[in-house]
């Protein structure tokens, strides 16, 4: 027994009356009136009301929140064998239908539908055990008549010449619906397709209250049957999710004619379910109370999601306006109701009688087998061939490797195959005991002060490295028996660091000048003021090639070390296409930003999701760099050899420090990513080169780590995923997609990238999902495919790159979509629009 579930949402307003209160902790709602206004709503006695639920939805909830609150478990345990069902409930104009539903203009506005199917067809991908099978049925309960709404007779004929469906009952009392048709759905796109040409075919009306109001009771119903594999039981499940239509008053909605009619069936409808509640209430006080059922359609319909095997959970939308808020304390009190009615949920579970006559038949088989081994029929004494040798060889080794629980399978048992499995099995544990060098601490020897028996390595003998002895004396003398100035900057292993001074200055900076030290990255950051001094010795030392650094070769780099650009393309947080101020040949270089790590893409392929914050990242470092002037300062270059089968040649990644020209004083990209959390700082090795900036960017990753700035927060891997919808190549959801694309007029997008200079990827936020592009109208210079695809005669540019680079160039940033169409064949799944206008890369953000 378990009673149904009760959940409150809250419409958004610009104008919430304040009389309400959400006590989110405590799962409560409060109502205060004031006296003054009470006798307008309620009466003149009572002013205060309070009502519990399982949760509170407020007007700040997504349609996410919504469905992950209520739906899920609905959908898990309709997976799992259980009835269920979710219906809404409320006042007209309350939100009921945009809940169920969702809204047409955008993606994120889907409603309990929509995602309750993908929720449900992705389960059945993921589920390897099972097989699913999904039937879709849509009912509508208009003025008291059923409907089947997606009957294809919707578009010839009227409303009056539609078959009706009606109630039938079997021996049992179970109520069947006849002419109400299911449609087999085998993808997630199928359903979809159902929905919309159901949605199409309601009733819908413009109300005083409501634009578009729904004028009758809608049933949306998900049949699912599970197969588990190797078993005889087969599971069947309904899913309904009911969309009521809303209770009005006519007093306040003034309307006439059809709409009062129709308001009169749906308000009468609502009175029969609410006399059932109330009945269902009683019947749990005192047995043999009549629940009236029978009264009206929508309550026949739902009659096992009303007290009988289904779990079920009801949403009460109510308005926070003033003048609704004696409907929605109204709301409530029905909410609170039906929270008393209690429903016996049970696993619909059946036998399959041609699942039982296949398992029979295999045990036949496999009992005739071991009868004819009991009876020596099974070939004993024959030798094994090579090859059936080889078979209960890896068989064994199957098993040995295997979960535990495996049966060993050998085939058609015999004895001599029984003998040469317990040999395999010998000779395997043999040859595991000699690799594991026998057994481990055995008795005999002397193990006093050893862990486990084994007597540990002794520790490694430290030679002396090359100028320790010099750099000994030199501190010596400059420092023994005299008096220095200490500036402590913290503590580590029980050693103080910090800074000694001596009547001529840091002694740190002396070591590093003579050739006798080099600066320690780790320790460095704390050095405070003394940074700039200490690197400025570090490097006189290196200048002058003494002692440490007698080897030392100045890196060099290929190109211009220096130089001015536009940022053309930002590919990552820490990788950009800069287009160079030259009018050379060489007009593009991709840089990497010196000594700092990004969050790394995954591979879709592969079903590697993206790292945490690499969308967030390589957004920050767009809007901070796309289409400016940035000074480069290369670092230094790192040779890549070619991978193994690879027959290119090797290639040059320069590393740079990369400034915003006219930015002020943080106008380092590297650093603003540190600063933020977005990246972290390479901890290079002694010697190595890195960013002229280097302390710098680890000053700026102390301040993000004490602040705990995204990657360095206690929950980095759950706020740093970036949750979107890659349509590229994927046409069975470009399709999906398209109705909500072409609802709106117009959609702001980011060119993430241009495949020719008339098809791109682009990256469309309001509905968080990444497409391919194609301009309508036009035709551009297309790029090869295949080996030489970048030559141009005379080495030369091809024509296609150069209007590419020049199209991406102009309108980098964001572009604005207008005037959606269809996709045609032409172009599969690319969304295809007829007009393109480029925002100005200030409006990037």
Request: aromatic share 8%.
């Amino acid at each position: 027994m378990g009673r149904i579930k009760i959940f409150c949402r809250v419409k958004p307003t610009k104008r919430p009356s304040g009389y309400f209160h959400l006590e989110k902790g405590d799962r409560q709602i409060k109502f205060h009136i004031p006296v003054d206004l009470a006798a307008d709503f309620v009466n003149n006695s009572r002013t205060d009301y309070k009502f519990k639920f399982d949760g509170l939805l407020g007007m700040d909830v997504s349609q996410d929140e919504v469905f992950d609150t209520i739906a899920k478990e609905a959908i898990d345990s309709a997976l799992a064998g259980y009835n269920s069902t979710v219906f809404a409930y409320g006042q007209t104009g309350s939100g009921k239908t945009f809940t169920i539903t969702g809204g047409a203009e955008r993606y994120v506005d889907r409603g309990l539908i929509p995602r309750s199917l993908s929720y449900i067809f992705n389960s059945f991908k993921e589920s390897t055990d099972t097989q699913y099978t999904a039937y879709i049925s849509y009912l509508e309960i208009y003025n008291e008549a059923g409907y089947d709404l997606l009957d294809p007779s919707h578009e010839t004929k009227s409303l009056e010449e539609l078959p009706r469906v009606t109630l039938m009952a079997d021996e049992d009392d179970n109520v069947h619906l006849r002419n109400l048709s299911m449609h087999m759905a085998s993808s997630e796109e199928e359903a979809l397709n159902l929905l919309f040409l159901g949605d199409t075919n309601r009733a819908i009306a413009e109300t005083p209250m409501n634009l578009a109001s729904s004028r009758s009771h809608c049933i949306f119903t998900i049949s699912i049957e599970a197969r588990p594999h190797g078993s005889d039981v087969i599971r069947r499940s309904k899913f309904h999710l009911v969309d009521l239509a809303g209770s009005e008053r006519a007093h306040k909605t003034g309307s006439g004619g059809q709409v009062l009619r129709e308001a009169k069936y749906i308000n009468s409808s609502l009175h029969f379910l609410q006399m059932c509640i109330m009945a269902l209430g009683d019947k749990k006080k005192k047995k043999g109370t009549f629940v009236p059922y029978r009264n009206s359609v929508m309550t026949s319909v739902l009659r096992d999601s009303l007290g009988g095997n289904c779990k079920t959970a009801m949403i009460a939308t109510i308005s926070a306006e003033e003048p609704q808020t004696d409907e929605s304390i109204s709301t409530c009190r029905f909410a609170q109701r039906v929270a008393l009615v209690e429903n016996s949920a049970y696993v619909n579970e059946e036998v399959d009688p041609l699942l039982v006559i296949k398992r029979l038949k295999t045990q036949v088989t496999e009992l005739k087998a071991e009868i004819g081994f009991l009876k020596g029929e099974a070939g004993e004494g024959k030798e094994l061939s090579e090859s059936e040798m080889a078979e209960v060889r890896e068989a064994c080794t199957r098993y040995v490797n295997g979960p535990r629980g495996d049966e060993l399978a050998l085939g058609d048992l015999s004895l001599t195959r029984i003998h040469a499995a317990f040999m395999c099995l010998r000779d395997i544990a043999l040859s595991r005991s000699a690799e594991g060098g026998g057994a481990a601490g055995g008795a005999g020897g002397d193990s006093k002060g050893e862990e486990g028996g084994v007597k540990p390595p002794p520790a490694p003998e430290r030679k002396a490295q090359p100028y320790a002895e010099e750099a000994k004396a030199f501190t010596e003398a400059r420092l023994l028996n005299q008096d220095v100035k200490l500036h402590f900057n913290g503590a580590d292993k029980g050693n103080f660091f910090g800074v000694v001074e001596h009547p001529a200055g840091s002694i740190a900076a002396e070591l590093l000048k003579a050739g006798l030290a080099n600066v320690l990255d780790w320790s460095i950051a704390h050095a405070g003021a003394s940074i700039p001094e200490l690197r400025a010795a570090e490097r006189t030392g290196k200048n002058s090639k003494k002692r440490i650094w007698k080897d030392f070769t100045p890196a060099t780099v290929s190109g211009q070390r220096d130089f001015t650009g536009r940022v053309l393309e930002v590919v990552a947080a820490d990788t950009l296409v800069i287009k160079l101020d030259t009018t050379g040949a060489r007009q593009e270089r991709r840089v990497f930003l010196s000594s700092i790590r990004a969050p790394r893409r995954g591979n879709a392929r592969k079903g590697e999701p993206d790292a945490p914050f690499y969308w967030a990242s390589k957004e920050f470092a767009r809007k901070f760099v796309a289409g400016k002037t940035v000074n480069v300062h290369v670092d230094y270059e790192r040779k890549l050899e070619p991978r193994e089968g690879d027959k290119g040649p090797a290639t040059v990644r320069h590393y740079a420090t990369v400034s915003v020209i006219g930015k002020g004083e943080h106008n380092h990209l590297a650093e603003a990513l540190v600063a933020n959390g977005y990246c972290e700082v390479v901890r290079h090795r002694a010697g190595d080169e890195r960013s002229s900036r280097y302390d710098a960017l680890q000053a700026a990753e102390a301040l993000a780590k004490a602040e705990k700035k995204n990657m360095h927060h206690s929950k980095a891997a759950e706020k740093g995923v970036h949750k979107s919808t890659d349509l590229v190549g994927d046409v069975a959801k470009a399709t999906t997609f398209l109705p909500f694309l072409q609802r709106s007029t117009g959609h702001k997008a980011v060119v993430e990238h241009c495949f020719n200079a008339g098809r791109f990827k682009l990256y469309i936020a309001r509905e968080n999902c990444s497409i391919a592009f194609a301009l309508s109208g036009i035709r551009v210079p297309m790029p090869a495919r295949g080996p030489g695809r970048g030559g141009g005669k005379g080495g030369k540019a091809p024509l296609w790159r150069t209007t590419m680079r020049d199209m991406f160039s102009r309108y980098l940033g964001r572009l604005k979509l207008l005037r959606p169409r269809p996709s045609t064949a032409a172009f599969g799944n690319w969304g295809i629009l007829d007009g393109v206008k480029a925002l100005h890369s200030g409006d990037a953000g």
